[in-house]
């Protein structure tokens, strides 16, 4: 489905404070987790949960179930949780996976974590020629999606946080599996977030 640019909206709302000390103790967990994952870089989680709450209190969705495709340790899965959203992620490394677990728990969040691919099977194709850096998207594994029981068109919103190069992967992705009207919200560094719709051709 071809995707269209929509406004992302804000609220300035004060943090409450469980969700702040929910992002400093996932943002500790991935430091520690970065002395051996060199190139992992969290995103910007205050920017991320205000626009999460923005569109659950809005009308820009059709429904609240929500996956983010690529988690780390689902701190983004986590913030959608604490918005009522029915959340995902999907995380190819198994350790990550199991701290994400772990993270979502301590903090008694309902995040259901798989360790697979976000990429749904039947889309390889979309990943061949990422690159040296990107070769984990051609590697197979799960699909993530069916160790949801979910298809991706099931997803109200999606997240991603795309890894330099790997952005038209993830658009292509979505365009490709997202139901009409979904949402695809990702996070670009410096350039900050970006949402996508899926609409009917």
């Known amino acids: 489905m071809p995707l269209v640019d929509e406004m992302i909206p804000t609220d300035d709302a004060p943090l409450p404070e469980r969700v702040r000390a929910f992002i400093v103790d996932g943002e500790e967990r ?3 987790f970065g002395r051996a994952l060199p190139g992992f870089v969290p995103s910007d989680h205050v920017l991320v949960y205000r ?17 983010e495709w ?3 340790l689902g701190i983004v899965a986590g913030l959608a949780a604490s918005c009522g959203y029915e ?6 490394e198994g350790d990550l996976v199991a701290a994400g677990e772990e993270l979502s728990a301590d ?20 990943a061949v020629g990422a690159g040296e850096d990107l070769d984990w998207l051609q590697q197979g594994g799960a699909d993530g999606h069916e160790l949801l029981d979910r298809d991706p068109d099931e997803f109200d919103l999606i997240f991603a946080y ?14 490709r599996h997202a139901g009409s009207g979904a949402l695809l919200l990702t996070y670009h560094g410096l350039e900050g977030l970006r949402a996508q719709r899926a609409t009917a051709r």
Do not use: K, N, Y
């Open 51 to 67: 626009a999460l709450l923005a569109l659950r209190g809005g009308d820009a969705l059709s429904g609240t179930r929500f996956c």
């Open 162 to 175: 795309p890894w330099p190069g790997e952005e038209e992967i993830v658009f292509s992705l979505f365009e």
């Open 30 to 32: 991935i430091a520690r």
């Open 107 to 126: 903090h008694e969040l309902e995040v259901e974590h798989v360790a697979g691919t976000f990429v749904p099977e039947g889309s390889e194709d979309l």
């Open 87 to 92: 959340a995902h992620a999907i995380e190819i």
């Open 70 to 72: 690529g988690s780390g």
